[in-house]
């Protein structure tokens, strides 16, 4: 699902996003003094786990991150890197001004032909399977290294990112606080690659019901609180349809 514009669209959606975090619970942060929080590198991270799904895992924090500050993962759309999504999407300023910290998963083609992620697959987006639990494994692995809020981690993606953005956030709600959704698709929407193109470009004519059981579905026995929920979708998309 590669949008053509995408560096310029990397910028808004990234906006979008924090906008959305904030709604979800950042806004208990306090914005950071000009100058107070120093610049980091984006750095790969191996070893942070069994892996099984495959994926690259990149981080990206202010190198002078306190303790106890949030966490956010941001997941690329079809085509992009971690390191095209760090560079053209701005979450470095918003790190930056915000003080948390970034983790970046990267997938590849040896997973998807487009580099996307597999917001469609039941074996590799439900919880404890392929991709979903890589990326959780990465969140347990920088928590413990910046010494993270737990009760504040977030998730965002963009495209097939958010495809698999909105399967964490009913996955693990009992890691994510909240996300924001951007040009994505409900979560488990599809569970084969051939009923993928159906939920990007149709209605599935499905009830609020239907759609809140899939969600339901995968966390069975949760019952605790739910994320809360940002989704942004723009009307013109030809990529992702708005249905």
């Given at each position: 699902m590669p949008h053509t514009t995408w560096r310029g669209f990397l910028r808004r959606t990234a906006q979008a996003a924090v906008l959305g975090l904030l709604t979800a619970g950042l806004t208990a942060l306090t914005p950071l003094a000009a100058g107070a929080a120093a610049a980091g590198t984006l750095q790969q991270v191996t070893g942070f786990g069994s892996n099984p799904g495959n994926?690259?895992?990149?981080?990206?924090?202010?190198?002078?991150?306190?303790?106890?500050?949030?966490?956010?993962?941001?997941?690329?759309?079809?085509?992009?890197?971690?390191?095209?999504?760090?560079t053209h999407s701005g979450w470095q300023k918003f790190a930056d001004q915000w003080g948390f910290a970034v983790v970046y998963p990267q997938t590849s083609t040896a997973n998807n032909s487009l580099s996307c992620f597999s917001w469609f697959d039941s074996t590799k987006d439900t919880r404890g399977k392929g991709e979903a639990a890589s990326i959780v494994q990465m969140v347990d692995t920088a928590a413990a290294q910046y010494g993270s809020d737990r009760g504040r981690v977030f998730v965002t993606g963009l495209s097939a990112g958010g495809g698999m953005t909105a399967d964490l956030l009913a996955d693990y709600p009992d890691v994510f606080a909240g996300g924001s959704v951007d040009s994505g698709l409900p979560a488990q929407c599809a569970t084969t690659l051939t009923a993928a193109s159906g939920c990007q470009?149709?209605?599935?004519?499905?009830?609020?019901?239907?759609?809140?059981?899939?969600?339901?579905?995968?966390?069975?026995?949760?019952?605790?609180?739910?994320?809360?929920?940002?989704?942004?979708?723009?009307?013109?998309?030809t990529t992702v349809t708005p249905v």
């Open positions: 994926l690259a895992m990149y981080e990206y924090a202010p190198s002078d991150l306190p303790t106890g500050a949030p966490l956010v993962v941001a997941l690329h759309g079809c085509s992009q890197s971690a390191s095209d999504y760090h470009y149709g209605s599935q004519n499905l009830t609020p019901k239907q759609w809140g059981d899939k969600v339901r579905n995968s966390a069975p026995g949760h019952s605790g609180p739910w994320p809360r929920v940002a989704v942004w979708q723009g009307t013109a998309d």
